[in-house]
């Protein structure tokens, strides 16, 4: 079994910064594209950031501000978050492609982690 733990999410003002974490446990052979995205109340869960094994893509409204990396030897991703503004107030869920010990090819989802930003 392998789940994902997200944690450092908060209260935040605005022009702060936070830093996302979340780690992969459980019977992994390969983690492959990790990513992280987000949903505000009635909004759909959209796409912020992917990392490859080698390369990165971000959504247009958090280039510059938000950078996606990851820790292999850790089987963690991060996320960190600076210049936040009111509008990334969301919950942010945590994706990876996973393959597993036994050769399974699996999607999984963090159970998510509240930013919030006043302003």
């Known amino acids: 079994q392998v789940q994902l733990v997200e944690s450092g999410g908060g209260l935040v003002q605005a022009g702060g910064s936070l830093r996302l974490s979340c780690a992969a446990s459980?019977?992994?052979?390969?983690?492959?594209?990790m990513g992280w995205f987000r949903q505000a109340p009635g909004q759909q869960r959209d796409l912020v950031a992917v990392?490859?094994?080698?390369?990165?893509n971000y959504e247009d409204s958090v280039k510059g501000r938000f950078t996606i990396s990851r820790d292999n030897a850790k089987n963690t991703v991060y996320l960190q978050m600076n210049s936040l503004k009111p509008e990334d107030a969301a919950v942010y869920y945590c994706?990876?492609?996973?393959?597993?010990?036994?050769?399974?090819?699996?999607?999984?989802w963090g159970l998510g982690t509240l930013v919030t930003v006043s302003s």
């Open positions: 994706n990876a492609k996973v393959v597993t010990t036994s050769l399974r090819r699996l999607e999984l």
């Open positions: 459980g019977n992994i052979f390969r983690l492959d594209d």
């Open positions: 990392i490859t094994r080698g390369s990165t």
